[in-house]
T-cell receptor, first 114, second 112 residues
């Protein structure tokens, strides 16, 4: 696609429910990243994919968080048993090639856990 | 791991003045340093970047300088305009490993 697409743009969920966030990177971009941005805060790294593999999962805050990428394209970030502290904007970015220059961000998914 | 410190956290300038935002990093393996502009409720947009084999890069009113020895890099905006008002983030990235650390952001306000 022309840009990085994320869906849904907004998600309100009840505490304890599972949510899935989707990222569709720019066509041909092999690298994909997930970040979390709390209100007024910086970007917190969650996970990095190169192709379908995740060489760096170090940022996932707990075992309730998982992510996968299939076909070297679309990625889903799953949060199980959501907690109120999971409320944030979840941003996805992609970059071309193996050397990871020039990240392009999606518009994010605003997750609110009530 | 990498640690990125960004200063100042807020910056207010008069239209037409220059603005400078500084970042320091700790991991010498970082070799790519982009700057992003984020307007309220919008996605971060890449405005300029620099690789570790370059000391300075300029694009119209925006420039970035890198001092690898001291492990710091700076964003310079000249002739600021009200539309430059936004939050600016720096990042230090180990490009071949996909490791990225962002600064906490600088809220720039340009007063007309």
């Amino acid at each position: 696609g022309a840009g990085v697409s994320q869906s849904p743009s907004n998600k309100v969920t009840e505490k304890g429910k599972d949510v899935e966030l989707r990222c569709d990177p720019i066509s041909g971009h092999t690298a994909l990243y997930w970040y979390r941005q709390s209100l007024g805060q910086g970007l917190e790294f969650l996970i990095y994919f190169q192709g379908n593999s995740a060489p760096d999962k170090s940022g996932l805050p707990s075992d309730r968080f998982s992510a996968e990428r299939t076909g070297g394209s679309v990625s889903t970030l799953t949060i199980q048993r959501t907690q109120q502290e999971d409320s944030a904007v979840y941003l996805c970015a992609s970059s071309p090639g193996r050397f990871n220059y020039g990240y392009t961000f999606g518009s994010g998914t605003r997750l609110t856990v009530v | 791991g990498e640690n990125v410190e960004q200063h100042p956290s807020t910056l207010s300038v008069q239209e037409g003045d220059s603005a400078v935002i500084k970042c320091t990093y700790s991991d010498s393996a970082s070799n790519y340093f982009p700057w992003y502009k984020q307007e309220l409720g919008k996605r971060p947009q890449l405005i300029i970047d620099i690789r570790s084999n370059v000391g300075e890069k300029k694009d119209q009113r925006i420039a970035v300088t890198l001092n690898k020895t001291a492990k710091h890099f700076s964003l310079h905006i000249t002739e600021t305009q009200p539309e430059d008002s936004a939050v600016y983030f720096c990042a230090a990235i180990e490009a071949n490993a996909g490791k990225s650390t962002f600064g906490d952001g600088t809220t720039l306000t340009v007063k007309p």
